[in-house]
């Protein structure tokens, strides 16, 4: 599996991005999804 | 009868408190470990598989904490989260396994003339601009495998974070080291070590200072203010913990007085004050020097701040912040390439001097990071001596 997904736009791909991985949130709170991708990002940015 | 772990753990936040209260002289002075990557080479491994597997990191910690018999820890093996860095092919971090050094390079991902795109939103920008410029794989086609390892990564990092702190504090009876409060991230912190790095700092607080503020007043709206705000809600002091905040201060050493007072202290003030009308105790470590900034926190009560300090003479600063409790002044230079009795007598010193009365707790003056920090014989006969010795309560 080599699946590639498009990051260049913020809002688009923060959905996407929010549906496609796998994560320990239920994927009917898409918010609290989103909300743990940008905790993601800001954390991979300090290291 | 010994105690159980759980009564241990009590016992040593109970010494840790009442050090820092300085209401009460402590039973004895407590000693705290400020090793970091140090353990990994005193416990015989190398950093780069100590650091990249998480049963090897939770042996060197407990061999540390074992061995030398601390009462606390700052650093429970996670102050590099090497494993997650490498997941997102993060050139950041340089392991030297012969040299025995991890190196991390300075990185700034914004430049002073996006600070409009960056203020308008926070969030757009890192994603479109920020991670990118970090990971050049952060684009068009991003390999999803990549994230979703590098997001598994990340949540097995927090949970070996927990785990460790569980088992130290279950089988050796080490307390939880700072209590889950809410943390107001100085914004001046975050622009300095990652938006526009130790360079574009110094050079924006003499020619840029509006851009400078813009991108300040975007981070304190989205982090420093909310929680700040969270802060205020807390009851107290968390006696679960051995300290309620501990804030680590870095940007200080790139400031004149006049850039401190207009970038950093009207930040940290409201932090301070918060934490002082809720009666609660904070670590600031003070990377660098601290004696300069005295004046600014030589009125707040007794009890409020345990200041650990790095490069300053550690006498000095009690002298001049005789309300601040000191953890920290035993050298490591001493401790690596001194003799073992110049290391008891040194020991001995700071705690008669700084500790008789309570407000210090023992520790070393910088993140024990190389093996020239400590040579084991040396840290093994101080940590003993500090266990067994009662100072004069006269």
């Known amino acids: 599996m080599n699946e590639t997904i498009d990051l260049t736009n913020f809002e688009e791909s923060l959905e996407l991005l929010a549906e496609k991985l796998e994560m320990p949130i239920p994927k009917e ?8 991708l940008l905790a993601f990002v800001n954390f991979m940015i300090t290291l | 009868m010994g105690m159980s772990p759980k009564e241990l753990a009590a016992y040593r936040i109970q010494l840790i408190r009442d050090a820092t209260g300085f209401q009460k002289k402590p039973e004895r002075i407590p000693n705290i470990s400020f090793f970091v990557t140090w353990k990994i080479l005193d416990a ?4 780069t598989e100590a650091m990249s597997d998480y049963d090897i990191m939770e042996k060197f910690v407990l061999y540390h904490m074992q061995h030398y018999r601390f009462d606390q820890v700052f650093d429970v093996g996670v102050r590099n989260a090497y494993r997650v860095s490498k997941a997102m092919q993060s050139s950041s971090y340089i392991v030297d396994d012969d040299a025995e050094v991890v190196s991390y390079k300075d990185f700034a991902y914004c430049k002073p003339e996006e600070t409009d795109q960056f203020a308008a939103n926070y969030y757009k920008f890192l994603w479109e601009v920020g991670m990118p410029r970090k990971f050049p794989w952060w684009g068009k086609d991003a390999p999803l495998s ?3 390892n590098a997001y598994n990564e990340q949540n097995q990092f927090f949970a070996f974070s927990q785990h460790i702190r569980q088992v ?3 089988d050796l009876g080490i307390p939880f080291n700072g209590a889950p409060n809410p943390y107001a991230t100085i914004s001046m912190e975050t622009v300095l070590a990652y938006v526009f790095g130790m360079r574009g700092v110094a050079i924006m607080m003499r020619r840029d ?5 813009a991108v300040l007043d975007a981070l304190d709206a989205l982090f420093f203010t909310p929680q700040l705000e969270k802060l205020k809600q807390i009851e107290g002091p968390n006696l679960n913990y051995s300290f309620d905040y501990i804030a680590a201060i870095l940007a200080h050493n790139f400031m004149n007085i006049s850039q401190w007072e207009e970038f950093y202290w009207p930040y940290l003030k409201k932090v301070l004050d918060v934490l002082a009308e809720k009666k609660c105790n904070c670590v600031l470590f003070m990377e660098g020097s601290a004696l300069r900034f005295a004046d600014y926190f030589k009125d707040y009560p007794k009890g409020l701040i345990t200041l650990l300090p790095e490069q300053d003479d550690v006498f000095e600063l009690r002298k001049a912040m005789p309300n601040v409790a000191i953890l920290g002044g035993m050298k490591n230079s001493m401790l690596g390439n001194g003799t073992k009795q110049e290391c008891l007598d040194y020991a001995k010193r700071l705690i008669d001097e700084l500790g008789a009365d309570g407000g210090y707790l023992f520790s070393q ?4 990071s190389y093996r020239i920090d400590a040579n084991p014989e040396n840290l093994k006969a101080v940590c003993d001596f500090v266990l067994d010795y009662r100072p004069s309560q006269s």
């Open chain 2, 146 to 148: 990549v994230i979703q």
């Open chain 1, 29 to 36: 709170n898409m918010e609290a999804r989103k909300a743990a």
């Open chain 2, 365 to 368: 003056d910088k993140m024990g």
């Open chain 2, 209 to 213: 200072k509006g851009k400078l503020h």
């Open chain 2, 168 to 170: 130290l504090y279950e």
């Open chain 2, 44 to 47: 015989g491994y190398k950093l």
